[in-house]
């Protein structure tokens, strides 16, 4: 039997989150130069939270280079299969 998430301890904070804490807001102002010591904790400034999203490679990239992988690993399949493909054309051309 598995556990209910809302049990589950740890990690929970992990995400992404919009709000930040008092502690987590002064620590954004000091690495923007914008905290001094012995200044009031209260009413401090916003501070952007910006989630910096990774972008993944398109597949078109990855399927071309499988392409060429398998070009080089069998040199006589790439012949064989701009054979195929020409055979299919003249087919096409004489049955008009």
Do not use: F, Q
Request: avoid cysteine; charged fraction near 45%.
């Amino acid at each position: 039997m598995s556990v209910h998430r809302s049990l589950l301890s740890g990690g929970g904070l992990k995400r992404h989150r919009n709000v930040l804490r008092r502690e987590e807001r002064i620590k954004k102002l000091e690495e923007e130069e914008k905290w001094e010591d012995g200044t009031s904790i209260y009413g401090l400034p916003k501070v952007r939270n910006i989630k910096v999203a990774v972008k993944k490679k398109a597949k078109k990239k990855e399927d071309e280079t499988e392409g060429e992988a398998a070009a080089e690993a069998a040199p006589g399949a790439e012949a064989t299969a701009e054979s195929a493909a020409s055979g299919k054309k003249e087919e096409k051309k004489g049955s008009k």
